[in-house]
């Protein structure tokens, strides 16, 4: 049995819990983090000696990091749709998801809707939002571009890579922000 430990409104579970369903795994959430707490928990910390969520069990596999998460359950469970074994394909989803973390997450998830969203009004630093503002419109302009002659992130089916950047377009749709023009991947989203 799969369980998986996470707050629903939590980004990073909430690119978990899409493959999970993606995949049909029968699974038991529990909830944590946030105002569940339990991240300093011992057994918790056992886990996860980072105190972040997600992490799984998977019978006596322990997990935590959400896109190393994302590629376990693909290659146990989804090696038909989500995983290849030729590393060279394999890296062709690899690279969008590491580009999301490694430059999406930071500008948007942590810029633009932590210091927009999540920060008080009155505590916003507006131009420091402003300016991740500015380099989310030039990441998602890139996407639009590489969009322009694909139906999904890597060709013409949906894949891992698709997951972490639409959990950040979730938000990113849904935030009064200014936005470029991005036919292409509001089409995809």
Request: net charge negative; aromatic share 14%.
């Amino acid at each position: 049995m799969l369980t998986v430990w996470g707050r629903r409104d939590s980004f990073n579970l909430q690119k978990v819990m899409w493959l999970v369903d993606e995949l049909d795994l029968t699974h038991d959430h529990i909830p944590a983090g946030g105002r569940y707490g339990g991240l300093d928990d011992p057994d918790y910390r056992a886990m996860n000696p980072h105190g972040r969520v997600p992490v799984i069990k998977d019978g006596d596999t322990i997990i935590w990091e959400s896109q190393t998460i994302l590629r376990y359950l693909a290659a146990k469970y989804g090696a038909d749709r989500f995983w290849c074994d030729d590393p060279a394909e394999r890296s062709l989803a690899d690279r969008w998801m590491d580009w999301s973390q490694s430059k999406l997450q930071p500008d948007f998830l942590l810029g633009v809707f932590w210091g927009f969203y999540r920060t008080p009004e009155a505590q916003r630093d507006v131009a420091a939002i402003d300016r991740k503002i500015a380099h989310c419109s030039g990441h998602f302009q890139l996407l639009d571009q590489w969009l322009a002659d694909r139906e999904f992130m890597v060709g013409d089916t949906f894949s891992l890579a698709d997951i972490p950047i639409g959990t950040h377009l979730y938000r990113y749709f849904n935030l009064d922000i200014p936005r470029p023009d991005i036919p292409n991947v509001a089409s995809w989203y």
